[in-house]
């Protein structure tokens, strides 16, 4: 793939954007807070915006699009069940208790709500987690452009992590937010246009429905048994692994994305954040999606396009989306794209390290190493850190060079984590009684029981490392989602049942951390689309609309 002249200049305006918004938000940051949490001070249509953004990195553009060709639209149940629902409940219910507590992250709420543990359990794993994703981000952004655009692996990954590195530098959390709206429109505007252009070529949405196995364009239909869908999965298993376990432990515990809605001005609009998120959430399937199906469908027309073969022969769909825009992108179009790409990239990789930052900081500097520095102090950490994580990451990219399954890896240890946290959250916000020990016992035990289920199950060659496989999955995904049903109700009873042999914090000490406890402000007398219920029943009208239309 050539860029002309224009594709450059775009890129180039690009760059010198997302460098212009740092320089001009570093006046506005003199304390700690202001760089690490934006000093509760963002409004909420920057949040909503930023809160969808944070999530919409480059692995899910690319990847969604690749499962598109793959799955169908079956994979837009990874917005509609697996990412929407959830937002809708951290908005209206948990949010209340993440702002109202005045936490400045999940891993100090979970100090507030239980103990220092249990805190510093999640904070470390939390920590890790988000270098290794970040780096992913960069591995992969260094892998694309060396194969689109034959630049070097290494120039590719030091690019991006410098850029990075400086708004984020220069302006913390507000940078990285006010950017992230940016690279938010600049991702629409980018792949919008392709998912038009290839929709269009494949004969329309009833085109590519002629062509392509009826499986391919139905969410629903092809669920009662694993072996009717090429997910290899059936309803039980895609609600209560996906649309439950794997998407509210995300959405709902996942300080990446919580951190945005936790800026917001006010509680409102903290519990709007995600609300609002979610109607462009919605249609990103038509913007991500479709065109892995629309490629499908084109690669059986003798159009001239195919997809790319792997070393073994079988298609490789990662490549569906820049194929896509090399066939039908010119010049100018084509850079507009590669920057959108580029955005992706820089969008998840700010997130991780900011989120990286706040927590190093706060839960592990200030909670165990430093505890009672002068706030310049902590300021000065939360810059030295951004630049300790951009260094992490960029070194992380080059381990995963190293390492064929390292991105399966991590999807892996999201799952054993993510999935017994959100049970820990239910009974800590929801269950008075919940204890420290509780959630700290079930936290581990949940983690065990996902583990022993990957080492005790096989999918597509993974898995089964304790010796003895007691069942074979027919995919990897329907694998992850019964790890994480494991490891969810497995946390749950372990900390219900410690609980009940421990002694709970007096209702005193769980003011703005308990449902029934927390001080909710009434807003009755505001118009409908500043209220969280009404804002959450339209988009649920809209889910069930769409959920419908591609049954």
Request: net charge positive; with cysteine; hydrophobic share 55%.
């Amino acid at each position: 793939m050539t860029l002309a002249p224009v594709d450059y200049v775009i890129l180039s305006l690009y760059f010198a954007f997302v460098l212009g918004i740092g320089w001009i938000v570093k006046r506005k940051v003199t304390t700690s807070e202001d760089f690490l949490t934006s000093g509760r001070s963002v409004p909420v249509w920057i949040t909503s915006l930023a809160f969808i953004a944070a999530n919409l990195g480059a692995q899910e553009v690319i990847g969604m699009c690749a499962s598109g060709a793959k799955y169908g639209i079956m994979t837009a149940h990874f917005y509609w069940l697996g990412a929407v629902p959830a937002m809708l409940f951290v908005g209206v219910f948990m949010m209340p208790f993440y702002y109202g507590s005045r936490a400045r992250s999940v891993p100090e709420y979970l100090k507030l709500r239980f103990d220092e543990k249990t805190r510093a359990l999640n904070a470390c794993t939390f920590a890790v987690m988000t270098v290794f994703s970040s780096g992913i981000s960069m591995y992969a952004l260094g892998l694309l452009f060396q194969l689109v655009l034959g630049w070097s692996f290494t120039a590719s990954v030091l690019l991006s992590a410098a850029i990075v590195l400086i708004y984020t530098f220069l302006g913390g959390l507000t940078s990285a937010i006010y950017n992230e709206v940016l690279q938010f429109f600049l991702i629409v505007l980018g792949f919008a246009p392709l998912a038009i252009m290839s929709m269009l070529k494949a004969g329309g949405w009833s085109g590519m429905a002629a062509r392509l196995p009826p499986v391919m364009t139905h969410a629903w239909s092809y669920l009662k048994e694993p072996s009717q869908n090429p997910m290899g999965v059936e309803v039980f298993g895609l609600v209560a692994g996906l649309g439950f376990v794997l998407s509210f432990g995300y959405w709902c515990t996942d300080f990446l994305v919580v951190q945005r809605a936790m800026a917001a001005d006010s509680m409102s609009s903290a519990r709007r954040t995600p609300l609002i998120a979610a109607f462009p959430k919605m249609i990103m399937p038509f913007i991500v999606i479709v065109p892995g199906v629309a490629a499908l469908a084109l690669s059986k027309m003798a159009l001239g396009y195919a997809l790319p073969l792997k070393p073994d022969g079988g298609p490789d769909y990662d490549q569906a989306m820049t194929t896509l825009m090399a066939q039908f992108y010119p010049s100018g179009m084509l850079g507009l794209g590669l920057t959108a790409l580029m955005a992706s990239f820089m969008s998840g990789m700010a997130g991780n390290v900011t989120a990286f930052n706040t927590v190093w900081t706060y839960d592990l500097y200030q909670g165990y190493i430093r505890k009672s520095a002068p706030d310049s102090h902590y300021l000065w950490v939360g810059r030295i850190t951004t630049v300790v994580g951009v260094g992490l990451s960029v070194g992380t990219a080059y381990l995963a060079s190293h390492f064929n399954n390292i991105m399966d890896f991590l999807q892996l240890v999201f799952g054993f984590v993510n999935a017994p946290l959100f049970a820990t959250f239910l009974l800590g916000m929801f269950w008075k009684r919940a204890t420290g020990h509780g959630a700290f016992t079930g936290l581990l035990a949940g983690t065990f029981a996902a583990a022993a289920t990957h080492g005790l199950t096989l999918a597509e060659n993974k898995g089964g490392w304790l010796g003895s496989v007691v069942h074979t999955f027919p995919s990897t995904m329907a694998q992850n989602f019964w790890i994480a049903i494991f490891a969810w109700s497995t946390c749950m009873a372990v900390t219900i049942v410690v609980s009940l042999l421990s002694a709970a914090k007096p209702e005193g000490e769980l003011h703005n951390l308990v449902y029934g406890l927390t001080d909710i402000p009434h807003d009755a007398h505001l118009p409908w689309y500043k209220r969280p219920l009404p804002l959450a029943a339209v988009v649920i009208v809209a889910l069930v609309v769409l959920n419908i239309l591609f049954w």
